[in-house]
């Protein structure tokens, strides 16, 4: 599929700058595969909207304080976004500008001492703590990674700290958060176990690869990197079990779509997997594992809306989003849903 085929206009009014005023408040758009048409919802009505027995798999995922500003030796600021450990001193870091965070270069955090040790072929560079962690350095100086198209990125707010996260979220490791699932409250939980669906969770750590822009002209020459995933016995099973009974797996998110789809072994069941997701789901993949998507509305030419016209095939997806935008849904992180069924 070539790129351009993806693309789509957005007003940029429509870009959710802020949250919802409760996590549940955010619109839902039901876009049906089988009859090719869209439905306008709630997201407060999903658990209306399952069938007993479906199967809710969850990413667990907790966004760690990655944004981090430095100095160089001239006092210019150097922007730092940590997204993988090498050791407890050392981790990978998107940096800009590039140019003042070549290897050798010293930057300072406060009274914390940084040095440049190393540099990837595709960009990111290495970057060691003098005096500590650089998780300590996080917990004392970084801020959530807010997305740049949120205009106070940089300066997240007090309630960005708690709503830039989902209410499940456990084991630290994201650099963005796991969208779809800022919108479940525990009332909204409670209404999905009570109408007789399952909720599982896994983890997978979204890393920097997500939010990489495309730069092929095809969608297939795109390379998307490897995020770290765990998927525990319990989870795998209830997901098999459920296929076996012939019940919905629905997939809270692309994240846990891909971890899911990762998972599947030759005999068609899902693993328990402590590794990495190297999938890269595009137009003409099999989904074996998953049957229905929540997520939220995705960029243009983007790989999580490759995955999602994989899912439910390009024409309704531009469809459907095309009446979002006329209706005025709020799109990307902060904005509303999609339940793809």
């Known amino acids: 599929m070539e790129l351009s085929e993806l693309d789509y206009t957005l007003p940029s009014e429509l870009i959710a700058q802020t949250p919802a005023p409760s996590r549940d408040a955010s619109r839902l758009l039901v876009i049906d595969r089988a009859r090719g048409g869209f439905e306008d919802r709630g997201f407060a009505e999903l658990p209306d909207l399952l069938r007993p027995g479906d199967c809710l798999v969850a990413n667990n995922s907790r966004v760690i304080p990655a944004r981090v500003l430095a100095r160089d030796a001239g006092g210019r600021e150097v922007e730092l976004l940590f997204f993988e450990a090498v050791d407890p001193q050392r981790w990978r870091a998107l940096t800009r500008p590039g140019r003042r965070s070549r290897v050798g270069v010293e930057l300072m955090v406060g009274e914390a001492r940084l040095r440049i040790i190393g540099a990837d072929a595709d960009g990111p560079r290495v970057v060691e703590r003098l005096d500590g962690s650089i998780e300590a350095l996080m917990r004392e100086h970084g801020v959530p990674p807010l997305p740049p198209y949120i205009e106070r990125f940089a300066a997240p707010t007090r309630e960005d700290l708690e709503r830039y996260q989902t209410i499940y979220a456990r084991p630290p490791g994201s650099i963005a958060a796991p969208t779809a699932g800022l919108h479940f409250t525990p009332p909204v939980l409670d209404a999905i176990r009570r109408r007789g669906a399952e909720f599982h969770e896994l ?28 998927i525990a016995p319990g989870a795998a099973d209830a997901v098999n079990r459920a296929r ?28 328990a997997l402590d590794g990495v997701a190297r999938l890269y789901i595009t137009p003409g993949y099999a989904f074996r594992a998953v049957d229905a998507l929540l997520t939220n509305f995705h960029l243009p030419r983007s790989s999580l809306l490759v995955m999602v016209a994989a899912f439910a095939g390009r024409e309704l997806i531009l469809k459907s989003y095309g009446h979002a935008v006329r209706a005025g849904y709020r799109f990307y992180s902060y904005g509303d849903a999609t339940l793809i069924l």
Do not use: M, Y
């Open 203 to 230: 983890t997978l750590h979204v890393g920097p690869g997500t939010f990489r822009p495309i730069k092929a002209a095809r969608v297939e020459d795109h390379a998307l990197a490897p995020e770290r995933i765990a």
């Open 244 to 271: 076996d009974e012939r019940r919905r797996v629905i997939a809270v998110g692309t994240t846990t779509a891909r971890a899911l789809e990762s998972a599947v072994g030759a005999d068609g069941r899902v693993r």
